[in-house]
């Protein structure tokens, strides 16, 4: 993993050193943030639950980014903390970790709408429902689509976990123990 993470920051740096070069056409770096909500790998499970009490499993996300812009196509390696919440025999958790997904975009009508993808890798600082036995490294991966008005982003998004976590509380998910954080994202940015 530490591999991943010198290759993340290979392209961290040189997504901030292309800025100079690329700030004339829209590249830059800002700041983000937003909402999310996780269902632990069971949306359509949950689709009830969300209409009853739709806060239960809502977090935030806090982060940066940078953009170079690379003719239609765009690189945006980001570096945020998100909070995730679940909730689990009507007890609420808390899951904190950093994220770092590096997302490759395409710009479907010019730099107004956009699309992207790309794996996103994950640090977990603290998790509710388990103690640091576990691997704090994971990966996963992000979609979505979003929608600039000059230097202010609103974007949509999914992300999912690949590899799940075994989590050993008896009858916690009745008999289900592949714990994959699944969320959707709403994201607001700024580009400097």
Known sequence: MKTT???ILVIFGLTFWSFGVEAQTGGGFGIKGGLNYNSNGKYFQDAGA???????NMGYNLGVFGKANLGPFYLRP?????????EVNNIQVTTQRLDAPILVGLNVFGPLVSVFAGPSFHYYLEDGLRDFDYEK???GYQFGIGVNFGNLGLDLRYERVLN?????????FTGNND??????LLGLSFKF
Request: net charge neutral; charged share 15%.
């Open 5 to 7: 993470l010198k290759a």
């Open 50 to 56: 969300v209409w009853g009490n739709p806060w239960s």
């Open 78 to 86: 980001e570096l945020g903390y998100t909070n995730l919440k679940s």
């Open 164 to 172: 799940g976590q075994t989590v050993v509380i008896d009858d916690v």
């Open 137 to 139: 490294y994971n990966a």
């Open 179 to 184: 714990f994959r954080f699944q969320q959707v």
